[in-house]
């Protein structure tokens, strides 16, 4: 591992210790193999002066739900340091106590709450001090003679702390090691199981020995061979995907995303011939165990049965280790190893899913460097439990509030690039669905930049290309719960006698045929799909045509008539199948101030007037369609099958 220090970049903070912390903790942050994902704390300690001219020693610490990668200075919490050193000498303190009494000695009411290593922070005597999980280090402590190995790396300058549960007791556990010890005799402390601290008076000494001790293990590890790589993709099973996510969402009681990885690394994994065995001896580091659960699943041939035996050892090892009082988590697993094919990672975001990957990553490799040591040793299941139910982590989890309505769910939206569909694909990612966006406009594929948005370019009248858009989102995401069908184009008017055939062709294949060749496509993984409902736009010109628009209204009277069909027969399935029948909508690109102004002449009315031409005399935007075609989608229109719905201010020849 390289030092990333930069004497130019560090000038930039000059003498100011706060600012130097702020740049070493980011240089940390900034190398994965270090810390992951709100992993890890530093702090430095100062004189301040308050508003009354006093000065106070104070140690900024790093604030809980900071990322080291990107703290700012007011991502540290600056607390009074003779508070912090008395806390240390009680002999018992409660962790809630402790953040409480943390809280209380801070100098800013305002800053984030001190991490839960502060007091142990504030024991080392230096000024600056950096903690990480280092990939390394707990790898070669994670085998039955890690204690001898680390002793061996590092010899008699390397303090080395037993396993214990991080918070007071691990603070207290340090005060007592080291009271009598001389500190100048010390070059770091390696916290087995757990990860390893450094220190020094200045930022980039304390930076620099981490680099140098994490190094070391490394060095130590480059011994054993390499983690296994797969030479060849896995073979694809897109319904075995999407009956593996349809049995963990129903095992955690909420639609999640399924991240199939089948890179090379995942996949060699995947490929051990003892990985059932490897993947569920523990995790890599207590702190993980919020994320990914202390076992992954292992999948076979019956998925549902794999995650129900999942569930019950996960209930079993509840009752094994709970104290009265505790309520059992859901017993669904994060992540799964699916045997030959890679692995699979579960999430009500796509950045839940990728933060319980990056985790997956880091691990498969640490198990297999220390099987090479003489094999992977997790923490006794009893100290994964304390800190899977230890308060202060479920807190951390908390924080981030309810999820949206829609989270974890799987749309797939046509016509997605603009107007009603560009819309409705807004309105879906604003529920916390990720959406998979087909449109024939190229534009689609980078209309938005998010990792909930996948963008196909796809005519959906050539049936093999709308086959594979489907499966690109399956692919992506793991499943299909929401279809807003929405592609349709309205044709050039024409009495019957004047429409040419291929304009009658056209409209048929798009505004017709093409639904039913997608829906194809889409129904068995919709038979697979978390509460699936298909909502169809169709037309005002449905109940209420108007003459020289055949091509169009016909297609869509037929597009309608297919949707009761579906609703027939996919309700056994509890696919639901509703129609919505939007007027025009003026507010897209296709109505400019001019083709607005021209009709409205024609009926001899103000643009305004046309535009509010219904029973409401409201105008009807493409938002409010969206708005109306979700909340079909979702829960509020759970017993709602092959209805026709219309948004169009209310139509007199309709009502
Ligand atoms: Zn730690």
Known sequence: MKSLWNDREASEHGDDPLGLRVYTSRLLGREPDLVLHGGGNTSVKTTTTDLFGHAHRVIYVKGSGWDLETIEAPGFAPVRLDVLLSMAALEQLDDADMVRAQRAAMLD?????????????????????????????????????????????????????????????????????????????????????????????????????????????????????????????????????AAIRRSVGVARGEAVLARWDADPASVGFAELEDVAELATRGPLTPDHVIRTKRTALVVGDDPAADVEAYVESYRDYFQRNATEGLTCLDPAPRWAVWPGRGTICFGRSPKEARIVADIKDHTIRAIQHAEALGGWTALPERDVFDVEYWVLEQAK?????????????????????????????????????????????????????????????????????????????????????????????????????????????????????????????????????????VVVIASKNVPAPGPGAAAYSVAKAGLTQLARVAALELGEAGIRVNVLHPDKVYDTALWTSEVLEERAAHYGVSVDEYKTRNVLRTEVSSRDVAALACAMAGPLFAKTTGAQIAVDGGDVRVI
């Open 109 to 241: 009411p305002d800053a984030p709450s001190p991490s839960v290593e502060a007091i142990l922070h504030a024991l080392i005597p230096f000024e600056y001090v950096d903690h990480t999980h280092a990939d390394a280090v707990v790898s070669v402590t994670n085998t039955p003679t890690g204690e001898e190995a680390i002793r061996d790396i590092y010899g008699e300058r390397m303090w080395v702390v037993p396993y214990v549960m991080p918070g007071f007791a691990l603070a207290r556990t340090v005060y007592t090691m080291t009271r009598e010890r001389d500190w100048a005799e010390c070059d770091g402390i390696i916290l087995m199981n757990h990860g390893a601290f450094t220190f020094a008076d200045d930022a980039k000494s304390s930076y620099e020995k981490m680099i140098d001790l994490v190094s070391r293990a490394e060095a130590y590890l480059s011994r054993t061979h390499p983690a296994r790589i797969s030479p060849v993709p896995p073979p694809e099973d897109l319904e075995a995907l």
């Open 397 to 533: 989890l908390a924080r981030s509030g309810p999820p949206p309505q829609l989270a974890g769910k799987i749309a797939l939206v046509t016509g997605a690039a603009s107007g009603i569909g560009l819309a409705c694909a807004h309105e879906l990612l604003s529920l916390g669905a990720v959406v998979g966006a087909i449109d024939v406009d190229p534009e689609v594929v980078h209309l938005m930049d998010s990792d909930a948005w996948v963008g196909i370019e796809c005519d959906v009248a050539d049936d093999v290309a709308t086959a594979e858009a489907v499966k690109t989102v399956v692919r992506q995401y793991g499943g299909l719960d929401i279809i807003i069908d929405n592609v349709g184009f309205f044709p050039k008017s024409g009495t019957i006698e004047e429409i040419e055939p291929e304009a009658w062709d056209r409209s048929m294949a798009v505004n017709l045929t093409s639904h039913q060749r997608l829906w194809k496509e889409c129904i068995p993984f919709l038979r697979l799909g978390a509460e699936p409902a």
